[in-house]
C-alpha cells in the first residue's frame, strides 16, 4: 500500500492511496491503509494527489476519499481509472480534477509539479513538492527506460535544472539490484521472436496495467498474422480506457472470444489476466478447462510477460501444473527471463538520476527493510545523508537539521469487508473477552525451500500491552518459521496463531489482542508491478 502524507505549517496533503491483497486471509480480501493516527492527529489533507494509476497507489481512494471528500489530482489515465472505482461505488466524481504530465498546481502553502518518469503504465509522475524553503522530490514509482513504446523517455534535461533539491522521498524496490533494468522495448522484440515461433495457439498473460506490454503484444501479433483477443474484465476495462485516451491508437481491432473457434490455431492470439495465479482470473479458468468459449490444446503456447510477485509462486505453480495436462509449451521468467521487465530502478538508474538532482538528504521508500538498507547504502556513497530507513506509521521530521524520527504510530490492519471498511480482528481466541491490550505484529516473509524465512526487521508495537522481551520473541519467532513448513501465506498464519498466543501466554501476566499481518517478499527483488 502507498500512502504518504506531507505537512507544512498545519496544513497537509496526501500522496497515493493504495491497497494490498491480503493472501493469508480466506478470500484474499483488499487491506487499505489505517487513517486512525489522522484523526488522533487532527490531520485533513487538502488535497489527495496521485503519481499513477497502479492499485497500490490508487486502489483505496474510493473506500477512503469520503472520509477526506478533498480534491484529487490525478494525469488522465489515472483519472479514469479512479472515476471508474468511484462510479462502481456509487460516488461522485466532481473532486477528480485531470493534471496533464508537467503541469503545477497550487496548494498553497504547498506548490506540487507533476514530472513524468517512465514506469510500467502510462503517465507516472514525480512529485516537486515546495513548501516554504524546502524542496522535496517525491519520486513514486519509476525507471529509465530509453524506449517505453508508450510515452517519451525521461527528459535528463529537466530533472538537472532541479539540482539540488533538497530531500528525495524515493523508490528502493529495486535498490539491491545491480545495472539497468530492462527496457520494455527489448522486452517487445523479444515477445515478437517468442510469438513468431510459436505453432499452435498463443496465450500471452500480463498486467492489464502495463499497457506498454500489451502493446507489444498486440504489434507482434499483427506481424505473425494472428487476431487478437482479450480475456478478463480488468484486461478489458483497461484496454478501452486506454484506447480512449489515445494511447493505443495502432491496437489490431479485437476479436470477441466467442468467435476464436472460427479461425485456425495459427491466426489466434489471447492476451490474458492471471498471471499470478488468481483462481478467478481467465487463465485459471483456461487451465481448468472452464472457459465456455476456448479451450486448450496439445502444441498451444503459453507466455506469462510477469514476473511472480513474491507469496503467489504457490498459486503460479498450481496453475502451471494444471497448464501442463494440456501439453502446451510454457514460456515463463526462469526459461525466457526476456519476456518481462520491471518497472524499478536498479542501481545505475538510482545512481543517474541522483546525478542529475544532486539531492542533499534522501528518505527510501517503497520496499522492504533490506531494499531500503541497499538504497541507504548507494546513496551514502554518493554523499547523500540518509540517516534512516522509515517503517510504516513513522512521522518524519525534515527541517533545517536534517531528517529525524519524531513519532511512531501504532496501525491496524483495516479491511475491505462486506462493502466497508473495518479493523481487523484479532487472531482467534486473542479477540475473545479478557484479553487486555493490543499487540500488533508485521513481519516479512520469503518463501524458502520448503518453509519460509524472515526477512529484514520485525515491526512490533507492544506498547499497548504488558512488556516483553522483544530480543527473546524474535528467536522464537524464528525457530517457528523455520519449522513450519507450510506452502501458503495463508497456511503459515493459521499455523502460527495458536503458536503465537500460547508463547504470549506463558511470557506474558496479561494476554492482549493480537493483530498479525505477514507480507511475502524474495530475497533479491520485491517484484512491485501490481506494477
Known amino acids: 500500500m502507498n500512502l504518504s502524507l506531507y505537512g507544512h505549517e498545519d496544513h497537509w496533503i496526501a500522496v497515493d492511496c493504495g491497497m494490498m491483497i491480503r493472501q493469508d486471509l480466506p478470500d484474499n480480501p483488499l487491506q487499505v491503509p489505517d487513517l486512525s493516527a489522522l484523526d488522533t492527529l487532527g490531520i485533513q489533507p487538502r488535497a489527495l494527489v496521485i503519481t499513477h494509476g497502479h492499485e497500490d497507489h490508487i486502489g483505496a481512494a474510493a473506500w477512503l476519499w469520503p472520509k477526506w471528500g478533498c480534491p484529487i489530482l490525478a494525469t488522465p489515465l489515472a483519472a479514469a481509472l479512479l472515476r471508474n472505482k468511484f462510479t462502481e461505488r456509487g460516488l461522485a466524481t466532481a473532486a477528480i480534477e485531470v493534471i496533464d504530465p508537467g503541469e503545477a498546481r497550487d496548494l498553497a502553502p504547498f506548490s506540487v509539479?507533476?514530472?513524468?518518469?517512465?514506469?510500467s503504465i502510462p503517465e507516472s509522475c514525480a512529485l516537486l513538492i515546495q513548501a516554504g524553503d524546502h524542496r522535496v522530490l517525491h519520486t513514486g514509482d519509476w525507471k529509465l527506460d530509453p524506449e517505453p513504446l508508450i510515452g517519451t523517455p525521461v527528459d535528463e534535461a529537466l530533472f538537472r535544472s532541479l539540482a539540488p533539491v533538497d530531500l528525495v522521498v524515493g523508490d528502493s524496490t529495486?535498490?539491491?539490484?545491480?545495472?539497468h533494468s530492462r527496457s520494455e522495448g527489448d522486452v517487445a522484440r523479444a515477445l515478437a521472436t517468442a510469438i513468431?515461433?510459436?505453432?499452435?495457439?498463443?496465450?500471452?498473460?500480463?498486467?492489464?496495467?502495463?499497457l506498454a506490454r500489451v502493446l507489444a503484444i498486440g504489434r507482434a501479433a499483427a506481424r505473425c498474422g494472428r487476431r487478437v483477443s482479450l480475456m478478463g474484465r480488468s484486461m478489458e476495462r483497461l484496454v478501452a480506457t486506454a484506447r480512449?485516451?489515445?494511447?493505443?491508437?495502432?491496437?489490431?481491432?479485437?476479436v470477441p472470444v466467442r468467435d476464436l473457434g472460427y479461425l485456425p490455431p495459427e491466426e489466434v492470439l489471447v492476451i490474458a489476466t492471471g498471471s499470478q495465479g488468481?483462481?478467478?482470473a481467465a487463465l485459471s479458468r483456461l487451465a481448468q478447462g472452464r472457459h465456455p468459449h476456448f479451450e486448450l490444446t496439445a502444441g498451444d503456447s503459453v507466455i506469462f510477460s510477469a514476473k511472480a510477485i513474491p507469496g503467489n509462486e504457490y498459486l503460479i505453480a498450481r496453475l502451471k501444473r494444471a497448464l501442463e495436462r494440456f501439453e502446451v509449451i510454457l514460456f515463463d521468467e526462469f526459461n525466457h527471463p526476456e519476456l518481462h521487465a520491471s518497472g524499478h530502478p536498479a542501481q545505475e538508474e538510482l545512481k543517474t538520476l541522483y546525478e542529475w538532482l544532486q539531492p542533499l538528504h534522501l528518505l527510501p521508500a517503497h520496499g522492504e527493510p533490506e531494499h531500503q538498507q541497499a538504497h541507504i547504502e548507494l546513496a551514502e556513497d554518493l554523499g547523500i545523508s540518509a540517516p534512516m530507513a522509515p517503517s510504516n506509521g513513522d512521522l518524519v521530521r525534515f527541517d533545517a537539521q536534517g531528517l529525524r524520527l519524531e513519532q511512531r504510530l501504532p496501525l491496524s490492519p483495516c479491511i475491505v469487508?462486506?462493502?466497508?471498511?473495518?479493523?481487523?480482528?484479532?487472531?482467534?481466541?486473542a479477540s475473545a473477552g479478557g484479553r487486555q491490550g493490543t499487540l500488533f505484529l508485521a513481519l516479512s516473509v520469503a518463501a524458502a525451500e520448503g518453509g519460509w524465512t524472515r526477512i529484514g526487521r520485525l515491526m512490533v508495537d507492544a506498547s499497548q500491552c504488558s512488556a516483553m522481551d522483544e530480543a527473546s520473541f524474535t528467536d522464537w519467532l524464528d525457530d517457528q518459521l523455520d519449522d513450519l513448513r507450510l506452502p501458503t501465506l495463508a497456511a503459515l498464519r493459521q499455523a502460527l496463531q495458536p503458536r503465537l498466543l500460547h508463547w504470549l501466554a506463558d511470557h506474558l501476566h496479561r494476554v492482549p489482542e493480537v493483530h498479525l499481518q505477514l507480507m511475502a517478499t524474495d530475497t533479491e527483488n520485491l517484484a512491485s508491478d501490481l506494477s
Not at 509539479?113 to 514506469?119: D, G, N, V, Y
Not at 529495486?174 to 545495472?179: D, F, K, R, S, T
Open 417 to 429: 469487508q462486506r462493502n466497508t471498511v473495518a479493523p481487523l480482528a484479532g487472531m482467534g481466541a
Open 196 to 210: 513468431a515461433g510459436c505453432e499452435g495457439r498463443v496465450v500471452v498473460s500480463c498486467f492489464a496495467s502495463n
Open 113 to 119: 509539479r507533476f514530472l513524468p518518469l517512465t514506469h
Open 174 to 179: 529495486n535498490a539491491p539490484v545491480p545495472g
Open 244 to 254: 480512449g485516451l489515445g494511447y493505443l491508437d495502432d491496437f489490431p481491432a479485437l
Open 278 to 280: 488468481e483462481p478467478r
